[in-house]
């Protein structure tokens, strides 16, 4: 009977621990969504056990449809991990090696004989990443592109560096992974995808034409969600973020393909350590590393028009948490280190909300004008309705809330404001500090 009571109290202290976490979980998750720094849907799982599996905010917000964990989100550059597997599944099957040359597979590609496969997943190529053109990130994402089309806009470029040398992120390098696959595999990257990974993982709801997708879970993405309104964002065209940033899928089918990896079901223990080992900036192939708690945690981020995500796991535990969501916000970062936090039992500090004093009109319009704070950030400042709005150029506008004198925040980013007053107490420059750095532009005339 002793030894019955000692199991029934460790299993209720298991249970009062669960329902703890899951509390403090659930307390970060609706600050952030009530705060507009998240909108979508979480899972976490400890040891094997899934803790939190919730929707929080909308999948469509002009219906007020809500979220749920069936919500369908565009993953962005966590598309990445899928095609590193692929590229060492391929290598399993003695298809091609990472040691192999880019030129190949491309012969006339410039320098390609000085270029890996290992180059290009590990971000160590120097390739120029195309996602860097403006211009085109803005104007032409939104149309379906052919390989030649694609290539074209980086494979002429100069490298950035000597391969090998540095890192640098570039989505191009996983764009010619792709292509490679397709050539190697002898069928298309999706279909590559689908053969290795999609369907021995079980993952039904994940694809790649999100612009096309008809599925009842699909979920609008945003640039801007606030109490006021809100911005929908293009859809980006699948062919051109493609082996670099095209899947989409739910928290659910990521948990299978994290079940998965964990379980070896998709490439062998010796491709995934290949995959998990750094090889510069904490980078492996597809992953990044760091440590939390004293253990390895393994794990990506992805962005793409109206969508991000995070996904990060802790091998060791069986441990992972996965965000998806259908605002670009940079907070998931955060908000996984929180997550992870409460799971481990570290200290964390929740973001607070800093509430805006009042200003008149005309209190606002000494603040206006044009600043240049660099040759590639100029940023106009102007009062509409009654508020402080600065709009950098070829950028969305977005409202300056007023913390005290001088001193404004704004709500959709972590950024603040400082103007700078001259001996006669005239507004001549202003201070941007946002990412822990800060740039002073002068006011124009």
Do not use: C
């Not at 090889?279 to 109206?306: C, E, F, P, Q």
């Not at 000494?366 to 950028?395: C, H, M, R, S, W």
């Amino acid at each position: 009977m002793k030894k019955l009571n000692l199991v029934l109290i460790a299993v209720l202290a298991i249970q009062v621990s669960f329902g703890q976490d899951l509390s403090k979980m659930e307390e970060i998750m609706n600050l952030y969504t009530s705060q507009y720094k998240f909108n979508g849907t979480v899972l976490v799982a400890h040891k094997g056990k899934i803790l939190l599996d919730r929707g929080y905010g909308y999948r469509i917000v002009k219906d007020s449809v809500k979220h749920d964990p069936g919500s369908v989100f565009q993953i962005g550059s966590v598309t990445k991990q899928f095609t590193a597997v692929v590229i060492l599944k391929l290598q399993e099957e003695n298809k091609l090696n990472v040691t192999d040359k880019l030129s190949k597979y491309f012969p006339d590609y410039p320098k390609g004989d000085s270029i890996t496969i290992h180059q290009l997943l590990s971000h160590t190529s120097g390739i120029f990443n195309y996602t860097n053109d403006a211009e085109f990130m803005n104007k032409e994402v939104t149309n379906p592109a052919t390989r030649e089309k694609m290539m074209a806009r980086f494979k002429d470029k100069p490298l950035d560096f000597s391969p090998g040398t540095k890192w640098s992120y570039s989505n191009s390098g996983y764009m010619l992974l792709g292509y490679i696959i397709e050539d190697v595999a002898k069928m298309s990257w999706e279909q590559a995808v689908r053969k290795y990974i999609f369907n021995k993982a079980g993952m039904q709801q994940s694809g790649f034409d999100f612009a096309h997708l008809q599925h009842p879970g699909k979920s609008t993405g945003y640039f801007r969600i606030k109490a006021d309104g809100n911005t929908p964002s293009p859809v980006v065209d699948s062919s051109v973020s493609y082996a670099a940033g095209s899947i989409f899928s739910t928290t659910g089918d990521l948990y299978k393909w994290f079940l998965a990896l964990q379980a070896d079901k998709l490439i062998n223990s010796n491709s995934k350590e290949q995959a998990f080992t750094p090889v510069k900036n904490k980078y492996g192939y597809g992953w990044g590393m760091d440590t939390l708690a004293g253990k390895r945690t393994v794990g990506h981020s992805g962005g793409i028009h109206g969508f991000v995500s995070n996904m990060v796991f802790i091998p060791e535990d069986s441990s992972v948490v996965i965000l998806l969501s259908n605002l670009s916000t940079p907070h998931l970062s955060a908000m996984t280190k929180h997550l992870f936090s409460v799971l481990y039992n570290l200290p964390y500090e929740l973001p607070k909300e800093i509430s805006a004093i009042p200003m008149t009109e005309e209190e606002l319009k000494q603040y206006t004008g044009i600043f240049d704070l660099n040759a590639d950030l100029v940023v106009k400042i102007y009062v509409e309705n009654g508020k402080l709005i600065g709009a950098p150029e070829g950028q969305e506008p977005l409202q300056l809330h007023p913390e005290k004198k001088d001193h404004f925040f704004l709500k959709e980013i972590e950024a603040k404001i400082r103007f700078n007053r001259n001996e006669r107490g005239e507004v001549e420059s202003m201070t941007l500090f946002q990412n822990g750095s800060e740039i002073t532009g002068k006011k124009r005339g």
